[in-house]
């Protein structure tokens, strides 16, 4: 709560209502409790972030093994860093967002069906999903990350991203990459930004909390579990739809590279179903990109309002 009344003092406030309207509007209780939002300028980067490279550790190593893993290879996108662009509520944060898989996935088979322990035996990474209509969840990743990204520098934070670009030339990084990333940039959390390929009937977002796993996350399963309920009240508050094909907006899972391999609070957001029509054309619009960027930043501020 530390710099909120300033912000409250000098932001200039959009109304929950401006930020979109396709959905059902959030209840009272909630519009309360979202944060300010201040508008980030410019036209939002669909292929190319931009941003200052930062080091990464030319390999990383699973945790509780001495093999080291795949390399930061040179097939893959570069980590940036974002510096603040105003003074704000997240001032002296830093935050690391992980746009889920990379366009050129698909066409860089063989480099992403190789296998790493992290945690557990996976393929570096996927090809992701898509709408019916073939917007690809790398491009709508990156997108809602950028816009993302552009509000929590305009809050003050220092934000790092696991991939700088979204073309088809690149593929990877590899899960386990992306999820020690975080703890190398010394951030204080990281979401990892999906959407889901679930079947078409089903719609809204969860979060994903990495379990319990000695050797693993037993130092971050509690906190990322307290970040993704944060998380779900944010995305609510900003009036995304619940899952409504998972019981629980919250599934906690042992199986999740990226998670297993982090060192800070970390959890993997599943927006929206980009199998389900509604959920579509809210990735398929650049308001509902939006929406849904601006549903992730409540929930990251509610999350370092109380978070040690
Ligand atoms: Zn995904």
């Not at 519009?31 to 931009?50: D, I």
Request: aromatic share 8%; glycine share 10%.
């Amino acid at each position: 709560m530390r710099r909120l009344a300033a912000v409250l003092a000098t932001a200039a406030l959009i109304p929950l209502a401006a930020v979109g309207t396709a959905q059902a509007t959030p209840t009272p209780a909630a519009r309360a409790a979202a944060p300010a939002v201040v508008p980030a300028l410019g036209p939002t980067p669909s292929t190319w972030e931009g941003g200052r490279p930062v080091p990464v550790a030319p390999r990383w190593w699973p945790q509780g093994t001495s093999k080291p893993s795949a390399a930061w290879a040179s097939g893959w996108p570069k980590p940036v860093a974002f510096a603040p662009t105003a003074k704000g509520e997240l001032s002296g944060r830093k935050i690391a967002l992980d746009p889920g898989h990379d366009l050129g996935n698909s066409l860089h088979l063989s480099a992403i069906n190789q296998t790493s322990w992290v945690g557990l035996t996976k393929t570096c990474n996927t090809s992701g999903t898509a709408t019916n209509a073939g917007y690809p969840e790398a491009s709508y990743a990156f997108d809602v990350v950028a816009r993302l990204r552009r509000l929590l520098a305009a809050h003050g934070a220092t934000v790092y991203i696991t991939r700088d670009r979204n073309t088809t030339a690149t593929y990877g990084p590899c899960v386990g990459a992306r999820g020690s990333f975080a703890a190398q940039e010394g951030a204080d959390l990281m979401v990892s930004v999906h959407g889901d390929g679930a079947p078409s009937s089903g719609r809204g977002f969860h979060v994903i909390a990495p379990a319990y796993y000695k050797g693993y996350t037993d130092d971050i399963s509690t906190e990322s579990r307290t970040l993704a309920w944060n998380m779900i009240s944010g995305l609510t508050a900003g009036g995304l739809q619940r899952t409504t094909y998972l019981p629980s907006p919250l599934s906690v899972r042992k199986d999740v590279g990226t998670l297993n391999m982090s060192d800070v609070p970390t959890v993997m957001v599943e927006t929206l179903n980009m199998r389900n029509a509604a959920d579509a054309r809210i990735a398929s619009t650049a308001a509902g990109r939006q929406r849904m960027a601006t549903g992730l930043y409540y929930g990251i501020v509610k999350y370092l309002r109380t978070a040690p």
